[in-house]
Nanobody, 116 residues
């Protein structure tokens, strides 16, 4: 069963904008932390940012200033935005969620290709 679904990926231009959305299934239960990760071709998955239910955010140092994470608890959704994409941002973006029950969930990933 797919419990986290990412959307918004595709082909974008360098210097352009990105908006990815991830919707979590209600059957997961109440969600504590949500986050976004990036995996470039041939490389390990890398943290972009996390956001707690109360709104506290944590950004990876290399990502801070280029990405913005937000969430809508009523819609069980977390969003990732950027307005200055680089070719190196190409890759698969994964949504992550940790429930208050202590379970971790990953989305299937959405491909983003940035033209150079």
């Amino acid at each position: 069963q797919v419990q986290l679904v990412e959307s918004g990926g595709g082909l974008v231009q360098a210097g352009g904008s990105l908006r990815l959305s991830c919707v979590a299934s209600r059957n997961i239960g109440p969600i504590d932390t949500m986050g976004w990760y990036h995996q470039a071709p041939g490389k390990q998955r890398e943290l972009i940012a996390t956001i707690a239910r109360g709104g506290t955010t944590n950004y990876a140092d290399s990502m801070r200033g280029r990405f913005t994470i937000s969430r809508d608890n009523a819609k069980n959704t977390v969003v990732l935005q950027s307005n200055s994409l680089k070719a190196e941002d190409t890759g698969v973006y994964f949504c992550f969620a940790r429930s208050y029950l202590g379970n971790n969930f990953w989305g299937q990933g959405t491909q983003v290709t940035v033209s150079s």
